[in-house]
């Protein structure tokens, strides 16, 4: 209880702005990063020095986000690189352009926050592929620019130390508080699920599912792979579910501070290699104790798990491997 309690009244952020080191020389992708936490983390990275690129669906929009950020930054001493960069992340057959337009751009990539998501959209919302739109925009979009970019990402990685190099899954405390009842069901992934509610649920778990998964493949060439929840925020998120973001407005905090969240797990020397495949909780913090089903699910046979983890990550791949 002490844990759910502090996800959603979580201890103050120990990696602010404030103290934040500078980002000269790195370069950065943020999905979604012309809204809500995104344009909150695309700002602090700016400001820091580093190359930030917004990747999102609207370019007049993003422009107009990137001007913005740049006329209120007038007055820091030193400042980094704003670009935008095309990502429909619920349109398959875009994403790969996306990506080879970021490395004719750039040599590496330092962090990629995947941040963008969707939450209960109207029942039977699908992906211009007919995926359920909620896993298709959540997962499926971010699996394949994400595999896409991983030699981008290990290119940065031969030239840091280990564990510099990122990638941060966007989950939610939702996986905790209502997991599917027997775990993740592989086969009825297909389609427009009939549960926007549960469908939240299982595309969030597919994100850590991804972190821990991406961790094992790419961990041993020093590329750390991790999911957060970035907190209760006054985003966006829940356009689609008024009476939620109505039931919820008396425990939302500023999306800054979902960024924090995003700076810690992106950016905060505390987490090593050993942290690979792990939680992060708002403001920037491990997860103590997770559910031990979740964990099982992560887990292959050969460990005593489920190996649902890797099932999920190997239904993303077949569903995207004609896209790459």
């Known amino acids: 209880?002490?844990?759910a309690y502090s996800q959603v009244f979580p201890p103050a952020p120990t990696l602010t702005e404030s103290n934040l080191a500078s980002q000269k020389g790195k370069v950065f992708i943020v999905t979604g990063g012309s809204?809500?936490?995104?344009l909150q983390l695309a700002t602090i990275l700016y400001r820091s020095g580093g190359k930030v690129y917004i990747a999102a669906r609207s370019e007049t929009k993003t422009r107009d986000c990137i001007e913005q950020i740049k006329t209120d930054a007038k007055d820091v001493s030193s400042v980094g690189h704003l670009e935008y960069l095309p990502l429909v992340l619920d349109d398959l057959t875009t994403i790969k352009a996306s990506a080879e337009e970021f490395m004719s751009k750039e040599a590496k990539l330092d962090v990629l926050w995947n941040n963008a998501g969707i939450s209960a959209p109207p029942l039977g919302s699908q992906s211009k592929q007919g995926h359920d739109l909620q896993l298709a925009t959540n997962c499926l979009g971010p699996y394949l620019f994400t595999?896409?970019?991983?030699p981008?990402?290990?290119a940065a990685a031969r030239d840091t130390p280990a564990g510099s190099v990122r990638v941060i899954w966007t989950a939610s405390q939702m996986m905790e508080l209502r997991p599917p009842k027997g775990g993740m069901d592989i086969s009825r992934l297909d389609g427009a699920g009939k549960d926007p509610g549960l469908m939240y649920t299982i595309s969030k778990t597919g994100n850590w599912f991804l972190a821990s998964e991406l961790a094992h493949d790419v961990g041993s060439l020093g590329i750390l792979s991790?999911?957060?929840?970035p907190g209760a925020l006054a985003t966006d998120i829940f356009r689609h579910n008024s009476w939620m973001s109505f039931?919820?407005?008396g425990l939302l905090h500023d999306p800054k501070f979902g960024a924090y969240t995003g700076l810690w797990c992106g950016l905060s020397p505390e987490l090593e290699m050993e942290d690979n495949g792990s939680y992060i909780l708002p403001w920037g913090r491990?997860?103590?104790g997770p559910?031990?089903?979740l964990l099982k699910e992560l887990k292959s046979t050969e460990e005593g798990g489920t190996g649902k983890a890797r099932q999920f990550a190997e239904w993303c791949k077949k569903k995207t491997d004609e896209f790459r």
């Open 1 to 3: 209880m002490g844990v």
């Open 35 to 38: 809204s809500g936490i995104g």
């Open 147 to 150: 595999q896409l970019l991983l």
């Open 152 to 154: 981008s990402l290990k």
């Open 226 to 229: 991790v999911a957060q929840n």
């Open 247 to 249: 039931a919820a407005s």
């Open 286 to 288: 491990r997860h103590p």
């Open 291 to 293: 559910l031990q089903e």
